[in-house]
């Protein structure tokens, strides 16, 4: 499906974002800069870049994808996305201003007056976390830019990981930050025009809704299509038209619910269906993790003042609504028109296809090769901002409090925090690139899971504790980040194992339902046995 | 008011509310699944209220705060 105009929108958008990092590079002066942007990026941006920073190609393409293959079952996703938000804004975004310098260690180094062991422990959680967020998103460029432009799989890896490494090198935060408020305008205007399209197309979202109680969810009647039947009624890609499409949709809607008149209908539950337990551990793995992401969280030190923080985080939580509320009508929608052109590609094996292409594909239908190209650079600019913000992530924890604070215990100068700053740079983005590579065609998706439990049972408890309990101790920090840790891995490792149960207790989807009241209770139990409470007066500050 | 009785305010309805949701979608299928008129079902119904509500909670946290 090679179309020179997305090619087009996709070099534009890779040398606009490569423009905005060497304006940020000239720019760079101090080490504050890298790590922190000068402390002088406007809310306004802050919102806008969190927005990208957020919202990744799993949201562009898969969120609306996900919703038209199963329907109602993956709107789930979306509002536990969104929600977590509620808790940055209300728990952590400016106390984490008010305390922190450039990494997510120092909060509890704030708190806590030189404790290097809770240093070196977010510093080995920040890395797990971003790595586990990064390979994923590389192998998804990949396989997504080689769909998208026909780009082989590795070049693809190579050109994302490079030109994020280029943008993180030259300006740190500063150009990544910049460089996403553009990416985000691009990603949030395409999703925008996509989903006006459809309401004009269809006549408003009552009639999007009404058409697409007329359909099962594909992945349901993959099952009881035939191949003669995708030849009967699957629309030519390449002249695919709204009202062809529609109709030929409804035709096999017709057919197939005629012949089993017991499937759902897209917005029903039960295609992609999870019991009450996996549900809840998800929603808590989602709802905390969110505030525990350390890519989130080292944004608020961009801004100049506590309360920008919590402006950028507000308008932050707009523009990602806003999105996904979009995205949720854009799936129903295309999950409806394009019905049979999904079942088609999931009855021929083009799974990837089925689940990635839908929003490209609306692209294509509603607004022929132009608005398919804004999708396909809405879709490139999203990956370039997420894997930005992880990579500045880890880059700033590793230099700043493994090299500058543990190994050179505070002594080292500007230039040399600089200038180590960008070789972790460069080594971060290598690995990233090198794990794109090695994983091709592994279903890592699980990883980002992974990364919200890490986040949810390690970061997001012991920071709720550090900045609201006056009785939590330093152990206790220690302890709660270390178990938290330890069962979110350990529960992790048995999903991917295969394991259905640790003895009576089930193996569930997220690993939050136990990994959280472990690390609560374990920082709960060991501060009430030990005594240092750290800095006196520190809640007091940052609650004042 | 202090930032305690904002979280307590605010939070505990929200998180009810949210993992109401998840209770939902995890445990009554058939209701979530009921059309309540033209294509909107109960479960649909509830997420897309989870907007105006998260966006209320977000407006009213902020006009809290405006006042200290």
Do not use: C
């Not at chain 1, 998706?445 to 550090?466: D, K, P």
């Amino acid at each position: 499906m090679f179309s020179v105009i997305a090619l087009i929108m996709v070099i534009v958008v890779a040398l606009i974002t490569m423009g905005i990092a060497w304006w940020s590079y000239k720019r760079v002066k101090s080490i504050q800069d890298f790590y922190a942007a000068g402390r002088s990026v406007p809310w306004i941006l802050i919102a806008w870049a969190l927005t990208s920073n957020y919202l990744s190609a799993a949201s562009f393409l898969g969120v609306a994808g996900g919703i038209s293959n199963y329907g109602l079952d993956r709107v789930w996703d979306p509002i536990g996305y969104f929600a977590g938000w509620v808790l940055v804004l209300i728990v952590a975004a400016e106390f984490v201003r008010k305390v922190g310098k450039f990494t997510v260690a120092d909060i509890l180094n704030e708190r806590f007056a030189r404790a290097q062991e809770l240093r070196a422990l977010a510093m080995i959680a920040t890395v797990i976390i971003s790595t586990f967020y990064m390979i994923p998103q590389m192998i998804g460029a990949g396989s997504l830019m080689s769909l998208l432009l026909n780009w082989p799989y590795p070049v693809a890896v190579v050109v994302v990981g490079a030109i994020v490494v280029l943008v993180v090198m030259m300006g740190g935060i500063r150009s990544t930050v910049y460089s996403q408020v553009f990416q985000a305008l691009v990603l949030w205007i395409a999703m925008l025009i996509i989903f006006l399209a459809y309401l004009v197309a269809f006549g408003g979202p009552g009639a999007i809704l009404d058409k697409a109680y007329q359909v099962p969810p594909p992945a349901l009647a993959k099952k009881y299509v035939t191949p003669d039947m995708v030849k009967q009624y699957m629309p030519n890609v390449n002249t695919i038209t709204f009202d062809e499409a529609l109709q030929k949709s409804l035709a096999l809607a017709k057919v197939t619910l005629s012949e089993h008149p017991n499937l759902i209908r897209l917005v029903q539950p039960g295609a992609f269906a999870r019991d009450v337990w996996n549900q809840l551990s998800l929603a808590l793995g989602i709802i905390l993790g969110t505030m525990g992401l350390p890519h989130i969280l080292i944004y608020f030190y961009t801004v100049p003042r506590p309360e920008d923080a919590r402006k950028g985080t507000v308008g932050a939580i707009f523009n990602i609504g806003g999105f996904y509320l979009f995205s949720i009508f854009v799936g129903f929608a295309a999950g409806t028109v394009l019905f049979s052109l999904i079942v088609g590609w999931l009855v021929q094996g083009y799974t990837p296809w089925a689940k990635n292409m839908p929003v490209v594909m609306s692209g294509k239908l509603l607004g022929g090769e132009l608005l398919m190209g804004l999708a396909a650079a809405g879709a490139f600019a999203a990956i370039l901002s997420t894997v930005g913000g992880l990579m500045v992530a880890a880059t700033n924890s590793v230099a700043y409090d493994l090299y500058a604070n543990i190994i050179r215990k505070g002594k080292a100068t500007e230039e040399e925090q600089l200038f180590v700053a960008r070789i972790v740079a460069a080594i971060v983005g290598a690995i990233a690139i090198l794990g794109g590579l090695l994983l091709k065609g592994f279903d890592v998706s699980y990883l980002v899971v992974l990364a919200f439990g890490i986040a949810a049972s390690s970061f997001a408890t012991t920071l709720i504790m550090t900045l609201w309990w006056k009785k939590f101790t330093r152990a206790g920090a220690v302890a709660s980040m270390v178990v938290g840790l330890i069962v979110a891995v350990l529960f992790v490792l048995l999903r991917l194992g295969g394991a259905k149960a640790l003895g009576p207790v089930p193996v569930l989807v997220q690993p939050a339902l136990y990994s959280v009241p472990a690390s609560f209770i374990a920082g709960i139990v060991v501060s009430h046995l030990t005594k240092d409470t750290g800095v006196e007066g520190f809640l007091e500050r940052i609650h004042s | 008011m202090n930032d305690r009785s904002v979280v307590l305010k605010l939070i505990v309805p929200y998180l009810i509310v949210y993992f109401g949701m998840a209770i939902l979608f995890g445990a009554f299928k058939k209701v979530a699944g009921t059309p309540i008129a033209g294509g909107l079902t109960v479960g649909l119904a509830y997420a897309l209220l989870m907007f105006p509500i998260t966006w209320g909670t977000v407006i009213l946290y902020t006009y809290l705060k405006s006042k200290e």
